[in-house]
């Protein structure tokens, strides 16, 4: 009970925020909702009433904190693709059709939340799915843009208004129609309000998103023509058309055509469009949560579709959610659902109370608005970000992005699919490796029993088509626990898992766990590993390494950076130094990512040695300490029990137990050729030092001490520790061996 | 004082002339000897004197001359002949050779060693890597899985370490995602699962400890013991781990039963099968 009034105290203290933050979200989503719904060829208000649908029983009923309900603009080609072959010519009759197919793909939305099919995202190559959203953003440009210079009736695909862009300009200058022309000054003059308002840094001018201020500025001018006693240049068809009455003039979806092809495609394609956009939404929008809390994406599917049928029931759009409404959420200091709730609520009072300002906004300013957030899904920096990450990903993503403008979204995105899938099995050279492995379970997740981190283990490839799985297993480890992800035994890792992987690392970092990914940094394929051979990355990662590093590298570097060590990641096949018992079976054949101490006396290093010589060979990769000492210290190794099983049967060793330490006896196992010095150096401080860190295979070949600690690579946080537990070992050896020379 | 268990007494190896035949024998003789068995080499073929010529040699360079080997030549299909073989010899434990990675046709297919181990009545062992030299059993890992055959599976796993001298013996408890009831979903349902997860290692490592209690001390003194609990699916998870951690040996219960359709929707040990980690001993009592 206490917790319960402590729950509702929280919430009304928070209240004013997000009452605050849900009135300037609004104010976005008037012009957008209205703006979407035209660019659909549906009624303005349509837009309008799926946000308020969206607001109310999402906010209510949705699994997500933060997020905003409302008409997405990546179902606006869905939606104009619907109403316009639906209707055949008739365009109102079109939309009938399509409420309905909303309420159908709502009905499906559902489903998919009940059916746990939040992962339904997760199957799509990340760079398709950037092709696919610039598709629609040049779709929304392509027909916005006519819309915004006054030629309200120009027709065709995209790609065909693509290409009369050139052209409506240059009619404009021809035959100027001065009706044209001054809705072509509002639209042109709207275009740069959006463009420079980033750029105007007034904190009360900034008080009113961008497209809010077209809006009032518009419906101000056309009160100036009002009040002048001029009538206003611009007649009902550039402007808004809204019902005078929503009541009375509702008209109902309209079933009928729920036997056509056409029709059921539609519903298709709106589905997984309005799934894949909300829940890429609600993940990204996860990441700005101030305190970084896990969204439940099922629920907030059911939630989604539910709210969905209702707008449909009640001619609005499809509700999705939507990223640039929810991150002005955030930013304006939303915390929790009922933001949502109240810029629902302002929508109903800007409809009820601005009824006849809201008829005189100019078409082509809402399509001014539109022609910029298309142009924000595909700018020329989008392109350049994906290059950055290597040709292939261009690849996928203009394939993804060139077929989705000359076919539709489905085919689009299904190409954008099969050309990832063709790339990395052309990398790979390479089909078994996909087809052969594709249902094995490959994750193994284990809580390590002596320090309690969590180990995950990836075996042959991690692809888009099976990251899935890899999610399963990272979703269910609490976000402040440490994980180690291996993927030493995986032979290819691709882009959609390495972006993936780098959510991961940012939620656990936030709520202060770790994501350490080791077995990623290996050099170029010239290994003789048979892993190493076929171990493909996005083609960046496979240039030289001290241009690309991976995340574990820059974190070795800015940790030894903080010992004021230089790191040095090329290999190196010096190896003479590391001339110890431990290597005596086993070869090494380099050393790479070198961390050196300023006076070259103590480094730690990453090695791949190989195991045994007649038997199958195994190659190990390993992460070592290398201290140099400045007296001589007896040969030992001391391993503890059952750390490594790496025990000797060398010649002249000998099992050396310290007296009065029974414990310590049981517990390690201490090798050597001379028990009495060897006795003289483990002093009580020394015992106790190595007892309360038992993690580590300690061993000295008279010149030097090696470290050890497990037989893989080790991550950022572990080679810390392992730096900090030797320099304290080489300072409680010091003085011994001093006594002993 | 009780008599220890000794579970292979009668091991049959079903030879065929490959290039790996000297070292599979020199693998086999090897372990009748630290299992203290007598062993039956079997060959389903022709039996001339060039084959038997070629054995001869072979035998002649084994290690270990002291294992009472007999030798038997038969004819007709060798699936057939070996499982008729298994039962009037009263076999303990059949040794094959495999193939290391299967490949997806014989994956379906079925090679001999695959189809027999689905099949024979006794336990078997595959291996994967025969070496003319030993190559010394250090870790041994075996299911804890909650089934009446584990107690014989890790009992035998016990045996096996005691008899070639491993360290180590790792435990895996395989515990089913289903057992956890809680998707996760988000924060709340994950600290349930989390919960829920703790209780059922605890419950567990119990359970595999009752079982340890009524093992001889013999067997259990002189090996380290760890217990692991991994949450995956059954069966494939232990592979993998095996993997990881590099074991030597892998010791699973047989599977219950396989028909073709298991084959298509693999579980258990069928994914082990198709991707061997390590040499795997399968105990069917």
Known sequence: MDNKTNHTRHFIQALPKNIFS???????????????????????????????????????????????????????????????????????????????????????????????????????????????????????????????????????????????????????????????????????????????????????????????????????????????????????????????????????????????????????????????????????????????????????????????????????????TVIARSSVNVNNGATNRSSNFFHALFLILFILLFQSQLKRIPLAALAAILVYTGYKLATPQTFKRIAQVGWEQLVIFMATLLTTLFTNLITGIGFGILVTFILHVFLNRNLGLFLNHLRKPNILLYQETDVGNYYVSVKH????????????????????????????????????????????????????????????????????????????????????????????????????????????????????????????????????????????ECRVLDMEFSEGEFIAKEVVKTSAMHMELDAPLPSFTLDREGLLQWLYGVAGFHDIDIPKHPDFNRRFYLLGDNPDAIREVFTDELVLFLESHPYYHIESNGKAILVLKKERLLGVQEIKSMIYFGLQLKRILHPKTVRIS | MTTLPHPFKKVLFGFAFSPSLQLNLHEVTRLAHYFNAELV??????????????????????????????????????????LEACTRFQIDLLVLGALQHENIYQYYVGTLARKLTRKVNCSVLLLIKPSTERVPCQHIVVNGLDAPETPVAIMDAFYAAYALGAKQITIVEEIQPREIHVAVEDDKSLEQATLMKKKLKMREDQRVRKILDDLPEEFTSGVRIKMQSIFGRSGYSIGHYAEVVRADLLVMNAPENSSLLDRIFPHDIEYILSDLPTDLLIIRK
């Not at chain 1, 008739?90 to 992962?119: C, H, P």
């Open chain 1, 22 to 320: 849900g009135f300037v979200v609004s104010l976005i989503a008037l012009p957008l909702g209205l703006g979407l719904a035209l660019a659909s060829e549906a009624p303005p208000i349509s837009g309008v009433i799926a946000a308020i649908a969206g607001g109310v029983v999402v906010s209510i009923l949705g699994g997500s904190n933060v997020t905003i309900a409302g008409p997405g603009n990546g179902l606006v080609i869905v939606l104009l693709g619907a109403i316009t072959t639906l209707g055949a010519g008739d365009v109102y009759q079109g939309y009938l059709y399509t409420l309905a197919a909303i309420i159908i793909s709502g009905l499906l939305l559902l489903l998919l939340g009940f059916l746990k099919m939040g992962r339904l995202a997760d199957f799509f190559p990340a760079s398709a799915i950037q092709g696919m959203l610039a598709a629609i953003g040049i779709g929304i440009l392509a027909k916005q843009f006519h819309v915004m210079i006054g030629k309200n009736n120009t027709r065709g695909s995209i790609v065909d208004l693509l290409i009369q862009i050139p052209n409506g300009l240059l009619d404009l200058a021809r035959n100027p129609d001065p009706e044209i022309l001054f809705a072509a000054g509002i639209g042109i003059m709207s275009l740069l309000v959006m463009i420079f308002y980033a750029k105007i840094r007034n904190a009360y001018f900034q008080l009113v998103p961008a497209p809010m201020w077209i809006l009032i500025l518009t419906i101000v001018l056309s009160y100036v023509y009002t009040f002048a006693n001029t009538p206003y240049p611009l007649g009902d068809q550039f402007l808004i058309a809204l019902p005078d009455n929503i009541i009375s003039s509702w008209r109902g979806p309209d079933f009928s055509a729920w036997n056509q092809k056409e029709f059921f495609l539609a519903v298709i394609a709106i589905t997984l469009i309005a799934s894949i956009e909300s829940l890429l939404s609600i993940k990204a929008i996860d990441k700005l949560d101030p305190v970084g809390r896990r969204s439940n994406v099922n629920k907030d599917l059911k939630a989604l579709g539910l709210a969905t049928v209702v707008s449909g029931m009640l001619g609005g759009l499809n509700v999705v």
């Open chain 1, 461 to 600: 490839f991690c692809s888009f088509l099976n990251f899935y799985k890899l999610k399963n297993k990272l979703d269910v480890i609490p976000e402040n626990e440490d994980v180690v992800l291996d993927f030493s035994m995986c032979q290819f890792v691709d882009h959609t898992v390495l972006e993936g992987l780098g959510h991961y690392m940012g939620t656990f970092q936030k709520k202060g766990g770790n994501v350490e990914i080791i077995g990623l940094d290996i050099l170029e394929t010239g290994s003789l590993h048979p892993f190493a051979i076929r171990k493909t990355l996005p083609l960046s990662s496979l240039k030289p390494i001290e241009r690309y590093f991976t995340k574990r590298q820059e974190g070795l570097k800015a940790a030894s950076e903080g010992f004021g060590w230089t790191y040095i990641p090329e290999r190196s096949f010096k190896k003479d130094y590391l001339n110890f018992v431990f290597f005596h079976t086993r070869e090494i054949r380099y050393t790479y990512n070198q961390l050196v101490s300023e006076d070259k």
């Open chain 2, 41 to 82: 080499l079997l060959h389903v073929g022709e039996k001339t004197d060039e084959k038997k010529h070629s054995l001869k040699s072979h035998l002649e360079q084994i290690e270990f001359k002291e294992v009472p080997i007999s030798i038997h030549w038969e004819l007709g299909k060798p699936e057939a002949v070996i």
